[in-house]
């Protein structure tokens, strides 16, 4: 008579399983569409507000940097664990480059064909990394939350080095300034709060160093 009453309850138990599973990943989704849709319009806005720059600041629509800083946050703001965050920070990457074309289009600017950019693959490579490393900013154990600042930071150094030795000519050397101060800054900020061993500082910012100039060799052979 119990065997009935087995019968039903485990497949019960196994539903009641599987809805919190289920729940999770429809907030996911929500967060990744949010995230996208947020990127879209952010990427849209910065074409017509770069004419607003002053000179000084105007690489900023021209740069890694620039697409990666917001990025970076969406995905550590939303709370996103590991797996969705990999997701999410290619999806924000690609929107925020196809918001700007689609605004440059509208404004009469010829752009290309869509998700054809070069910074659009820039962004699948790069954005599963940065929403990974915004993700172990939060949730990460040692050493990998100390090792999360990496990414973001080699961006910022590296570029902004880049910017001051290689299109030195041509751009204003205040842009590129600004984003080594605060891929330093975050840099620091990060190991006072995290306060790891010291043999685990000298490894982030030997990778930091090393990802830099990296970097610097890449973007100068392109």
Do not use: C
Request: hydrophobic share 55%; no cysteine.
């Amino acid at each position: 008579m119990t065997r009935p009453a087995q019968l039903v309850s485990e497949p019960v138990a196994d539903h009641a399983r599987l809805h919190p599973r289920r729940s999770r990943i429809l907030r996911d989704g929500v967060a990744i569409a949010a995230i996208g849709a947020i990127a879209l319009v952010l990427g849209g806005l910065t074409s017509p507000a770069q004419q607003f720059l002053p000179d000084a600041l105007r690489s900023v629509a021209n740069s890694s940097s620039g697409w990666s800083i917001p990025v970076f946050l969406l995905v550590w703001l939303w709370r996103l664990r590991p797996v969705p965050a990999m997701i999410a920070g290619p999806v924000a990457f690609v929107l925020m480059v196809e918001g700007y074309r689609i605004a440059s289009e509208w404004r009469g600017f010829e752009y290309g064909a869509p998700f054809s950019d070069s910074y659009t693959f820039i962004g699948l490579v790069v954005g599963p990394i940065l929403g990974l490393s915004a993700s172990l900013l939060r949730y990460g154990r040692s050493p990998w939350r100390t090792l999360a600042i990496a990414p973001l930071a080699i961006i910022l150094i590296g570029e902004g080095v880049y910017g001051l030795t290689v299109v030195a000519d041509s751009t204003s050397p205040v842009y590129w300034s600004i984003v080594i101060a605060l891929g330093v800054g975050a840099t620091v900020l990060h190991l006072w709060r995290e306060r790891p061993p010291l043999r685990l500082v000298a490894l982030t910012i030997a990778v930091i160093l090393l990802g830099s100039a990296a970097f610097w060799v890449a973007y100068s052979s392109l």
